[in-house]
């Protein structure tokens, strides 16, 4: 992803590419990823199959890999990941902000997206006007989309600070989700986050447009 082939070959040819110490001399010849040490331009090269990126979604950027008119939240990683045709594992909206997992590695997106798997998200709300407990509990537990029950959520009431913020944790994504359930006991959304994902919380160093490597242990907590 880092560099096109062509780049490589000059590289090569450059004697800038080492294995185990000594410069390659072909294009074609043979590594074994995880054993043999690739060095470019002196740099080690760690090789994988699949990356996974945490990324703090700012506002006013969509979740997709490319668009005409809009920076995508692959406009905002290096390069060499955008060349490698990383894409978002979930959607937020254009106007939430929060954590977003980028990867190549399809088989992952859709252990995260699948609705069967109930990976829970967990999500800072900030609403117009208190729910009563009556509302909080219908939301939780009763509503219905798209002709179809929602599974059990969970609110927790934070704090009121220009606004009033809840906690919200739900097992699947639908379409403006929150937006609706709140809608539907007749409450606007005015500031949406997303904070966690499975097991998996936001980096709290990353500031928005921040983004960093998942670690593999991190990896792990994600799906249980
Ligand atoms: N629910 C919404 O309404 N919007 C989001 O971005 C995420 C969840």
Known sequence: GRFTRNEIAKKIKAGEIAVNGSPVLSASAKVEAGTDKIFIDGREFIY?????IMLNKPLGVVSASSDRNC??????????YKNRGVFPAGRLDK?????????????????ILSPKKHV??????????????????FI???????GKKLLPSEITFIAEENGFLYDVVINE?????????????????????????????????????????????ELKQIIK
């Open 48 to 52: 994988s199959r699949f990356v996974y």
């Open 71 to 80: 920076k995508t939240v692959a406009d905002i990683v290096d390069i060499e």
């Open 95 to 111: 106007d939430s902000e929060g954590l977003i997992f980028l990867t190549d590695d399809g088989d992952f997106a859709h252990r």
């Open 120 to 137: 829970p998200k967990t999500y800072e709300v900030k609403i117009n006007a208190p729910l009563t407990d009556g509302e909080r509990r």
């Open 140 to 146: 939780e537990n009763g509503l219905v989309l798209d």
């Open 173 to 217: 994504g639908k379409y403006h989700q929150i937006k609706r359930m709140m809608s539907a006991a007749g409450k606007e959304v005015l500031s949406l986050k997303r904070v966690k994902i499975g097991g998996l919380a936001l980096d709290p160093a990353l500031p928005p447009g921040g983004w960093r490597l998942i670690a593999d242990d």
